[in-house]
């Protein structure tokens, strides 16, 4: 069974930064790619960034040349770093591992981030 836990989130002004952190456990999870999620309220969970064993990323359009995702395989910890903050960026920020059958079901609490004035 997998777990994550999130943190690293907040509240934070326009054009601001935050980074994220994302503590899995149960199991090797060096060997599986690592990704970041967010959902808005009323919207559905969408990915934000991957980020592979070999530490090849992948974003989606709206977070590119933004945001930054790495990992430390020996701690088992991937991270979010986020820049030039914007309000639509608000959103709770979930991490996962992508097995080889596709994204676990293991969720975790998320972190709150929201970008306001």
């Known amino acids: 069974q997998a777990q994550f836990v999130e943190s690293g989130g907040g509240l934070v002004q326009p054009g601001g930064s935050l980074r994220l952190s994302c503590a899995a456990s149960?199991?090797?999870?060096?060997?599986?790619?690592m990704g970041w999620f967010r959902q808005a309220p009323g919207k559905q969970r969408e990915l934000v960034a991957r980020?592979?064993?070999?530490?090849?990323?992948n974003y989606a359009d709206s977070v590119r040349g933004r945001f930054t995702i790495s990992r430390d395989s020996a701690k088992n910890t991937v991270y979010l770093q986020m820049n030039s903050l914007k309000p639509e960026d608000t959103a709770v920020y979930y991490c996962?591992?992508?097995?080889?059958?596709?994204?676990?079901?293991?969720w975790g609490q998320g972190t709150q981030v929201t970008v306001s004035t």
């Open positions: 980020i592979t064993t070999g530490g090849t990323p």
């Open positions: 149960g199991r090797r999870f060096s060997i599986y790619t």
């Open positions: 996962n591992a992508m097995s080889p059958s596709g994204w676990t079901n293991f």
